[in-house]
């Protein structure tokens, strides 16, 4: 069978969630760290969680984690805390069951020890996962093409690819290469993917004041169709069914990452869209890939 998730938040609506997530019909469901509220100065708190943990292991899903949005890895002048805020995050994928932390890759530095620290760091928490994959995220800040050759060079087993698909076609758009050729080339890396809709209407902000990006609302950026909109499968304008037909052969677990609670009325159809997307990957799809 194939392992088709959903992206949740994870916080004090996360029974909720994942309720929710069970009635729709998913068998997997990804994590935000951010979302958990659960890490203060890099450190998990004992108390809350154990209340999560109790929650997340009530239900029976195969659980990835995204990593927080805070961390950065190139950040060499305050290396201890962003070490100890990754370490956080391997540690609660660990004890939630998870089969994959993702890990943004966010844009390349000019500066090769930038590039040499975020190296380094993926080296140090790869030594420290153990079957836990180390999912290494496009970012549509960068092509996907520098993600590939991150975990070429890293070369370690549990260091691996998670492929943004709504990411990697805003990058297309903006770098001007090829979608399709950039999936098929990312193929043999990618042991997870994130898959939601867009437009491919880049938004600069995103590189030119990442800060005011993240204040706009659903209202300045929808009815313009730019930038990572996290729309449900079928309301943008990727070629979806393209893109899994590239993907084919891929083996791993299909994250719907997708702002769900703004489409509820529509979340049934939704999910048959993102499964039969899935169901374009084979009879193997799901199996083996993320440990078992």
């Known amino acids: 069978m194939a392992y088709l998730g959903l992206s949740i938040r994870g916080g004090e609506r996360r029974e909720e969630e994942l ?3 069970r009635k729709v019909g998913y068998t997997a469901v ?9 890490v ?5 708190h004992a108390s809350m969680l154990r209340e999560a943990l109790a929650a997340f292991h009530k239900h029976e899903f195969r659980y990835s984690v995204h990593g927080p949005s805070s961390l950065d890895l190139r950040d060499r002048a305050n290396r201890e805390i962003q070490l100890a805020l990754a370490r ?21 530095s ?43 060079r890293i070369n370690r087993p549990n260091v691996v690819m998670t492929l943004d698909i709504g990411h990697a076609h805003l990058s297309a758009a903006y770098f001007r290469f090829d979608f399709l050729e950039a999936i098929r080339s990312a193929l043999p ?10 437009f491919g209407r880049y938004d600069p902000l995103r590189l030119e004041n990442f800060t005011l990006y993240r204040t706009q609302t659903q209202a300045d950026i929808f009815p313009l169709g730019k ?39 529509s979340a049934d159809d939704d999910f ?21």
């Open 272 to 292: 048959a869209r993102v499964q039969s997307l899935v169901a374009m990957l084979g009879p193997t799809a799901g199996k083996g890939a993320e440990g078992g």
């Open 189 to 198: 890396h990618v042991r997870h993917v994130h898959v939601n809709d867009n």
């Open 40 to 44: 203060f100065g890099g450190r998990l």
């Open 227 to 265: 930038g990572d909109l996290h729309l449900p499968v079928g309301w943008g304008a990727i070629p979806l069914e393209n893109a899994f037909e590239s993907l084919r052969g891929f083996r791993g677990t299909v994250v719907h990452e997708y702002r769900y609670n703004l489409f509820l009325a």
């Open 110 to 152: 000019q500066d090769p020890e930038d590039e040499a620290a975020f190296d380094e760091a993926v080296l140090r928490l790869s030594d420290e996962a153990g079957d836990v994959l180390l999912g290494i995220e496009n970012i549509e800040v960068e092509r996907v093409e520098p993600v590939i050759d991150c975990v070429r």
């Open 88 to 108: 956080a995050a391997l540690q609660f994928c660990r004890e939630v069951g998870g089969r994959v932390l993702v890990i943004h890759f966010e844009q390349q």
């Open 30 to 38: 990804e994590i935000s760290l951010d979302g958990t509220g659960l």
């Open 19 to 21: 309720r929710f997530a």
